[in-house]
């Protein structure tokens, strides 16, 4: 009932930015935490950023002071404006969305498919 659809990946240069987004639809009764996470070949999913419902955030330090995440609950969207991109930020990004698909439900987590980011030296 609930999908999550991201957009923004691509290929860029060491140096560049790119601004991922993700739009949670479908059945959802409330929204709490939004999240990031990335994927390198070969390596475990960590968590990236992370966003509260009441807009505190929480950053891996490889990209505090490069990375934003952010989040538009009219929307039901979560965003990562990524600047200052290194090599080492390559891999699969996918977000996560706390939600209650219904009054009924209890939280659960929903993940995006992923879509892939690669910053060339």
């Known amino acids: 009932q609930v999908q999550l659809v991201e957009s923004g990946g691509g290929l860029v240069q060491a140096g560049g930015s790119l601004r991922l987004s993700c739009a949670a639809s479908?059945?959802?009764?409330?929204?709490?935490?939004m999240g990031w996470y990335r994927q390198a070949p070969g390596n475990q999913r960590e968590l990236v950023a992370a966003?509260?419902?009441?807009?505190?955030?929480n950053y891996a330090d490889s990209v505090k002071g490069r990375f934003t995440i952010s989040r538009d609950n009219a929307k039901n969207t979560v965003y990562l404006q990524m600047n200052s991109l290194k090599p080492e930020d390559t891999g699969v990004y996918y977000c996560?969305?706390?939600?209650?698909?219904?009054?009924?439900?209890?939280?659960?987590?929903?993940w995006g498919r992923g879509t892939q980011v690669t910053v060339s030296s």
């Open positions: 966003i509260t419902s009441g807009g505190s955030t």
């Open positions: 996560k969305i706390d939600l209650r698909a219904t009054m009924a439900s209890r939280y659960m987590a929903s």
């Open positions: 479908g059945s959802i009764f409330s929204i709490n935490a």
